[in-house]
T-cell receptor, first 113, second 113 residues
Framework: GENVEQHPSTLSVQEGDSAVIKCTYS??????FPWYKQELGKGPQLIID?????GEKKDQRIAVTLNKTAKHFSLHITETQPEDSAVYFC????????????FGKGTKLSVKP | DAGVTQSPTHLIKTRGQQVTLRCSPK?????VSWYQQALGQGPQFIFQ???????QRGNFPDRFSGHQFPNYSSELNVNALLLGDSALYLC????????????FGPGTRLTVL
């Protein structure tokens, strides 16, 4: 079955710097790759997603890139702010909302003011 | 627009007991998926309900069962609780046919003593 690896497990940056989180997946049939932000005591919040027919997607300070050949996808956050501090999860799915999401183990991002 | 809601927020049970968790999907959504999130880990898929039937199941024992009602809300039941069942239980809703996004509720924190 699908397996998603996520790195790094922790990431500390200064406010205003960029942060990059990387994930790899094993099943070439996966076609949907969402990213979630989870703050302490809350459920995961969908922040951006990408489908396999797109190589890059951007939403303000957040961007996601996908390399289908290498089975890699990455989250890029620019101009980080203290409120970006949270745990970020990548996930992969073979059938989108009709299928289960396979999550990475998460990256704890700390943005220092 | 109400998001995904779950009840109760917290629950404490003892080994061997049974528990029922409840989820109301986001307005307009028809599919409910349940996930288990152990401390420090990514969510793991338990099962998905659509049209009141279990459509997919993850690698969880039969002690985990569910139900979906005509109004699309859902219940997760766990029998014969084990210490290892202690986790955050998340419900995610989606609109099966026309979208791929899954939106999560705040979760129910279950502690088994």
């Amino acid at each position: 079955g699908e397996n998603v690896e996520q790195h790094p497990s922790t990431l500390s940056v200064q406010e205003g710097d960029s942060a990059v989180i990387k994930c790899t997946y094993s099943d070439s049939a996966s076609n949907y790759f969402p990213w979630y932000k989870q703050e302490l005591g809350k459920g995961p919040q969908l922040i951006i997603d990408i489908r396999s027919n797109v190589g890059e997607k951007k939403d303000q300070r957040i961007a996601v890139t996908l390399n289908k050949t290498a089975k890699h996808f990455s989250l890029h956050i620019t101009e980080t702010q203290p409120e970006d501090s949270a745990v970020y999860f990548c996930a992969a799915s073979i059938r989108g909302s009709q299928g289960n999401l396979i999550f990475g183990k998460g990256t704890k991002l700390s943005v220092k003011p | 627009d109400a998001g995904v809601t779950q009840s109760p927020t917290h629950l404490i049970k003892t080994r061997g007991q049974q528990v029922t968790l409840r989820c109301s999907p986001k307005s307009g959504h028809d599919t409910v998926s349940w996930y288990q999130q152990a401390l420090g880990q990514g969510p793991q898929f338990i099962f998905q309900y659509y049209e009141e039937e279990e459509r997919q199941r993850g690698n969880f024992p039969d002690r985990f069962s569910g139900h979906q009602f005509p109004n699309y809300s859902s219940e997760l039941n766990v029998n014969a609780l084990l210490l290892g069942d202690s986790a955050l239980y998340l419900c995610a809703s989606s609109l099966r046919v026309t979208s791929v996004e899954q939106f999560f509720g705040p979760g129910t924190r279950l502690t088994v003593l």
